[in-house]
C-alpha cells in the first residue's frame, strides 16, 4: 500500500482551522444586515397605515389590547424615514431593539472579522429581566394612563 503524504503531489493541508480570510469570516452577518436592510426597505416603501397591505394585530382585533408588537410596523416605517419621535410614539420597545440590533450586529461584524468568537451569553436573569420588560411594557400600554404608549 502507497502512503499518500509521501507522494511529493499531495500537500497536507497546511491551513489552520479558523484561518479563513476576513471576507469570509463576515459572510453571515452581512447576510443577515442584508435580509433586515431588505425588510426596512419594504416596511419603509409600504406604508403601513395604508390598510391593506399587512394583516391587523390579532390580539387587539379581538380583544382591542395592544401587545408588545402593535405599532411596530409603523415605528419601523418611521425609523426609515428618519421620523425617530413618530418611531418612538408607535412603538417605543421596538425602537430600543432597532438599536440594540444594530450595537449587537456591529460587535459581531468587528469580532468575527478579526476572528474571535461571538458569544452572547445571557444568563436566565437577564432573559428573566428581558421578559418582565416586555410585560411591563405591555401592561403599561394598556392601562388608562399608559395613553402615551398606545400605537
Do not use: I, K
Amino acid at each position: 500500500m502507497r502512503d499518500v503524504n509521501a507522494d511529493s503531489r499531495t500537500t497536507p493541508n497546511t491551513r489552520a482551522p479558523g484561518s479563513a480570510s476576513a471576507l469570509n469570516r463576515v459572510a453571515v452577518p452581512a447576510g443577515v444586515l442584508a435580509a433586515v436592510a431588505g425588510a426596512f426597505a419594504y416596511v419603509g416603501t409600504v406604508d403601513p397605515n395604508q390598510p391593506g397591505h399587512y394583516p391587523v394585530c390579532p390580539l387587539y382585533r379581538f380583544t382591542g389590547l395592544y401587545c408588545p408588537g402593535c405599532g411596530g410596523l409603523r415605528s419601523a416605517h418611521e425609523f426609515v424615514h428618519g421620523d425617530f419621535l413618530a418611531a418612538l410614539q408607535d412603538n417605543a420597545l421596538a425602537v430600543v431593539g432597532y438599536l440594540a440590533f444594530m450595537v449587537l450586529w456591529t460587535v459581531w461584524v468587528v469580532r468575527a472579522a478579526r476572528g474571535r468568537p461571538v458569544r452572547l451569553d445571557l444568563g436566565s436573569g437577564s432573559l428573566w429581566a428581558l421578559g418582565a420588560l416586555v410585560l411591563v411594557f405591555t401592561v403599561v400600554r394598556n392601562l388608562p394612563f399608559g395613553g402615551w404608549l398606545h400605537p
